[in-house]
């Protein structure tokens, strides 16, 4: 089947730590991957994707690097601010056939803080 | 903002009840997902609709039903409420059916309280 594993949290760093989130997937066929951040008090919302092998996602100096050989997809910053303190999702989109799990299939989440 | 619109932001009623929480997604996207996120359960598929069809059904309890409607916006009932139903309960939104690259957009959430 179609799963998710992110690393446990919480994670605590200080301000310009370098920030890595390990995630790991299994899945059926050629799937897409996902990083959604989820803010105190706030929906989910895209951080980057990657959609073929050996893609990399970035945006707002995170990256992820879509590794089929590792099949994972871990996300790093080189150097966190108090404001990155959230929670991260890593997810993989597959194709919908229906089914109980629908297309976008979560991990667990792992909240990080910062502190100044 | 991702455009996509819930209402309302909180509810707070009593068990045996019913409530409807209503979301209306981004303009011009066919697809509408409902998740439920709870501190013991994690984040939740329930159902997803495609212009106005069903098109696949998550762990969703039989007193849970939901409808998408002509104009695109979805609608969750909730009946027969129990204390485990209080969570957040999220709506996205997809241009298109479902593909496996598509990137769903979350609306603000509904937080449900159930005492």
């Known amino acids: 089947g179609n799963s998710v594993t992110q690393m446990e949290g919480p994670v605590t760093l200080s301000e310009e730590a370098f920030l890595t989130i390990n995630c790991t997937y299994t899945a059926t066929g050629y799937p897409s991957l996902f990083w959604y951040v989820q803010y105190p008090g706030e929906g989910l919302q895209l951080l980057l994707k990657a959609t073929k092998a050996d893609d990399k996602g970035s945006n707002k100096g995170f990256e992820a690097t879509y590794r089929k050989e590792t099949t994972s997809f871990h996300l790093e910053k080189g150097s966190v601010q108090v404001s990155d303190s959230a929670v991260y999702f890593c997810a993989l989109g597959r194709r919908n056939y229906g089914g109980s799990q629908g297309n976008l299939i979560f991990g667990k989440g792992t909240k990080l803080s910062v502190k100044p | 903002d991702s455009g996509v619109t819930q209402t309302p932001k909180h509810l707070i009623t009593a068990t045996g009840q019913r409530v409807t929480l209503r979301c209306s997604p981004r303009?011009?996207?066919?697809?509408v997902y409902w998740y439920q996120q709870s501190l013991d359960q994690g984040l939740q598929f329930l159902i997803h609709?495609?212009?106005?069809?069903?098109?696949a059904k998550g762990n969703i309890l039989e007193r849970f039903s939901a409808q998408q409607f002509p104009d695109l916006h979805s609608e969750l009932n909730l009946s027969s409420l129990e204390l485990g139903d209080s969570a957040l309960y999220f709506c996205?939104?997809?241009?298109?059916?479902?593909?496996?690259?598509?990137?769903?957009?979350f609306g603000p959430g509904t937080r449900l309280l159930v005492l």
């Open positions: 609709y495609y212009n106005g069809e069903e098109r």
């Open positions: 303009s011009g996207d066919l697809s």
């Open positions: 996205a939104s997809s241009v298109a059916g479902g593909a496996e690259q598509e990137t769903q957009y």
